[in-house]
């Protein structure tokens, strides 16, 4: 496995606002998946493994990074992510709701279009932190989905 990878991801308590417990448990299974599996490169860094923590800094996500002989702080605007986010967020809530008592054909109408948005919302990330930080398109799809979590408030 390679080095270049997370091993542990904190938020910051003080300055991302706290969620009802269901947001909360979406949170921790996505960072559980995030770290269990990863690929995760910050520029200028010669070997992990990288501990994260997640903050709110200036209306920025705070990406504070640790590894051996290394830390570095990446500020990232979510403005650019904010329709993707939202979208995304709305279909999903649309495809729970299709579970409760559609047909199976507009479950997977729903579920497609879910998974587009997923993908589109993971490459605008993977895009947003080119340069600072290298990821593969599934650790693009698991970092969109806990900046999904984050969103979420309840």
Do not use: W
């Amino acid at each position: 496995m390679s080095e270049h990878r997370l091993t542990s991801i904190d938020l910051d308590p003080a300055t991302l606002q706290s969620a009802t417990a269901e947001i909360e448990h979406e949170r921790r299974v996505a960072i559980f998946d995030l770290v269990e599996k990863n690929s995760f490169q910050p520029a200028g860094a010669a070997g992990g493994p990288y501990a994260l923590k997640l903050a709110m800094v200036d209306g920025r996500l705070a990406f504070e990074i640790t590894g051996p002989e290394f830390h570095r702080v990446h500020g990232l605007s979510l403005t650019p992510l904010n329709k993707v986010v939202k979208d995304y967020i709305a279909i999903c809530d649309s495809y729970y709701e299709a579970l409760r008592g559609t047909s199976p054909a507009q479950i997977e109408a729903v579920d497609m279009g879910r998974r587009g948005l997923h993908n589109e919302g993971a490459e605008l990330l993977k895009a947003r932190l080119d340069g600072k930080i290298a990821i593969d398109h599934e650790t693009a799809r698991r970092l969109f989905t806990l900046v999904t979590a984050l969103y979420r408030r309840g």
